[in-house]
């Protein structure tokens, strides 16, 4: 006797469920089966390039943790670093916040009729135009500390204990604008 096809939601799809599969194993090692010791290592790599168990393994971090920022503007720093990428995203894929700073630069000033409109979220965009007059000494170091890229040469130079003077220079301009902002409210 022929079999009736089963239609509707009760049809089974793709592939039969497999308990024993590698993809519901969620640790490289239970994939492996051997023992994952990534996250010892990672911890022994932050403790010795910020000092600090409690930042992040980030430029800025490893300058707090080197004490030459403080609690208040290593917050204002990573403050800034959120409005940045936050525009960023808004921007599209290609944007990076050096592009977000220039735009916001570029659109205080005055622009031609056909230039392109800053899309995105106006507070942030408004709180960073204000940001961007105190920083204005400092800009290219916080460009450099909010990229998402390769680790800025200021942050190497602290780790190893070699701040050039000129680099010292940078960071009391740094720090006198980041004292120069307000705190977030909420």
Sequence with gaps: MARKAKVGPHRKRGRPFNPAARRHSTTRAGRRG??????????????A???????????????????????????T???????????????????????????????????PPGAPVIIGDYGAR?????I???????????????????MPPICVRAVEHRLTPRDLVQLELLRKGLDG???PRG
């Design 132 to 150: 961007c007059r105190r920083l204005d000494g400092s800009r290219d170091l916080v460009l450099e500390l909010a990229a998402e890229g390769p």
């Design 34 to 47: 051997d023992v994952d010791l990534g996250s010892p290592r990672l911890r022994a790599r932050k403790l």
């Design 77 to 111: 720093l990573g403050y800034v670093t959120l409005l940045l990428r936050r525009i960023a995203r808004s921007f599209g894929r290609d944007a990076s916040p050096s592009g977000v700073w220039a735009a916001i630069v570029a659109a205080a000033s005055r622009t």
């Design 49 to 75: 390039l910020t000092l600090r168990d409690d930042t992040e393994m980030s430029g800025p971090g490893i300058l707090f943790g080197h004490q030459l920022l403080d609690r208040y503007q290593y917050d």
């Design 181 to 183: 902002i307000s705190s």
């Design 126 to 130: 408004d709180t960073l135009a204000r």
